[in-house]
């Protein structure tokens, strides 16, 4: 029984790589395609009906160039980090609350913190390791961004662990039943919408691949598969943030459409932000995340502390 349980298991997490790694690829064409709209011109529509084969055609060239290596830099971390960025990212898709026996572990968002915190260092070793002034500036703006945002992150989701009181993702579900927390819970659902933007480095908040400024930020000597694992791993993120958003707040049932349309929808707003907004300044940044977003997130804690003791 216990080997029939392996294999399933196995069989079960290669399924959802698999899954996982055709999002991605859609989901940049999804964004070239939307961009490409907001800016009244074509997305790609060569390769395929409509474009439809678009990212498997540029997974293709990516992974066929020459990989250049630059001379001075620190050859092994160099080479593994984006390795290691894309196995934390879809590690972290371990959590995903599935209704029957598969890896429904009782600290989920424990989990989820602990890998979130680890990421840091993909890019941290990613930027130095490069030997690259631009490489190293991008990856010091990305640890203090990350950093910094990681504590409302744990806040906010502190709050939402009083509602349940529990660390499962699955227990979302059965405690959104009769009304999502986003209805009850607004302001901390758009802090959190925000802070996973500034999480994952997208517009406004991608200060790490600032184009104008640092040339591509911590990627820079980056080409042909590392740099297409670091694309996979941002992807990978940016399409689980949308899935937790989805369960934290607008209810968590994984056998609903609903629940993959609503994922789809957020991962469609960071598109739509990408799209309409500038840059933020830097200084703003961390003056969000420590005079506006810590203080509104501890006041809800307290305040959700406060009517649980009262119940």
Same mark, same amino acid.
């Given at each position: 029984?216990?080997?029939?349980?392996?294999?399933?298991?196995?069989?079960?997490?290669?399924?959802?790589?698999?899954?996982?790694?055709?999002? !991605? /690829?859609?989901?940049?064409?999804?964004?070239?395609?939307?961009?490409?709209?907001?800016?009244? &011109?074509?997305?790609?529509?060569? !390769?395929?009906?409509?474009?439809?084969?678009?990212?498997?055609?540029?997974?293709?060239?990516?992974? #066929?160039?020459?990989?250049?290596?630059?001379?001075?830099?620190?050859?092994?971390?160099?080479?593994?980090?984006?390795?290691?960025?894309?196995?934390?990212?879809?590690?972290?898709?371990? !959590?995903?609350?599935?209704?029957?026996?598969?890896?429904?572990?009782?600290?989920?968002?424990?989990?989820?913190?602990?890998?979130? #915190?680890?990421?840091? =260092? $993909?890019?941290?070793?990613?930027?130095? $390791? $490069?030997?690259?002034?631009?490489?190293?500036?991008?990856?010091?703006?990305?640890?203090?961004?990350?950093?910094? =945002?990681? !504590?409302?992150?744990?806040?906010?989701?502190?709050?939402?662990?009083?509602?349940?009181?529990?660390?499962?993702?699955?227990?979302?579900?059965?405690?959104?039943?009769?009304?999502?927390?986003?209805?009850?819970?607004?302001?901390? /659902?758009?802090?959190?919408?925000?802070?996973?933007?500034?999480?994952?480095? &997208?517009?406004?908040?991608?200060?790490?691949?600032?184009?104008?400024?640092?040339?591509?930020?911590?990627?820079?000597?980056?080409?042909?598969?590392?740099?297409?694992?670091?694309?996979?791993?941002?992807?990978?993120?940016?399409?689980?943030? #949308?899935?937790?958003?989805?369960?934290?707040?607008?209810? /968590?049932?994984?056998? #609903?459409?609903?629940?993959?349309?609503?994922?789809?929808?957020?991962?469609?707003?960071?598109?739509?932000?990408?799209? $309409?907004?500038? &840059?933020?300044?830097?200084?703003?940044?961390?003056?969000?995340?420590?005079?506006?977003?810590?203080?509104?997130?501890?006041?809800?804690?307290?305040?959700?502390?406060?009517?649980?003791?009262?119940?």
């Amino acid at each position: 029984m216990m080997v029939f349980d392996i294999s399933l298991i196995s069989v079960g997490v290669l399924i959802l790589l698999i899954g996982v790694l055709l999002g !991605v /690829a859609f989901l940049t064409l999804l964004e070239r395609k939307v961009l490409g709209y907001i800016q009244i &011109r074509k997305g790609p529509n060569k !390769v395929g009906f409509t474009g439809v084969l678009q990212p498997f055609s540029d997974a293709i060239k990516l992974f #066929s160039k020459e990989q250049i290596i630059p001379y001075k830099s620190n050859f092994l971390s160099y080479y593994f980090s984006p390795v290691l960025g894309l196995f934390l990212s879809l590690l972290i898709w371990m !959590v995903i609350p599935y209704m029957m026996g598969f890896i429904s572990f009782s600290l989920g968002l424990l989990f989820f913190l602990s890998i979130t #915190s680890i990421s840091v =260092y $993909s890019v941290m070793i990613a930027g130095w $390791s $490069s030997n690259s002034s631009y490489a190293m500036l991008g990856s010091i703006r990305s640890m203090a961004q990350t950093i910094s =945002y990681e !504590v409302s992150l744990a806040l906010i989701l502190l709050s939402l662990i009083f509602m349940v009181m529990s660390f499962r993702l699955v227990d979302f579900f059965f405690f959104q039943d009769y009304i999502w927390f986003m209805f009850l819970l607004f302001p901390l /659902a758009l802090c959190w919408f925000s802070s996973m933007m500034a999480e994952t480095n &997208r517009t406004p908040f991608d200060f790490a691949e600032g184009e104008s400024e640092l040339v591509s930020g911590f990627n820079v000597e980056y080409s042909s598969g590392g740099f297409a694992l670091i694309f996979l791993a941002e992807y990978s993120s940016i399409l689980f943030m #949308s899935m937790l958003f989805s369960v934290l707040f607008l209810g /968590a049932d994984l056998n #609903s459409i609903m629940f993959y349309l609503k994922m789809i929808f957020l991962s469609f707003m960071f598109i739509w932000v990408r799209g $309409s907004l500038p &840059r933020f300044r830097y200084d703003k940044l961390m003056y969000m995340a420590w005079k506006i977003y810590l203080p509104l997130s501890l006041n809800y804690l307290l305040f959700l502390l406060g009517v649980f003791f009262i119940m």
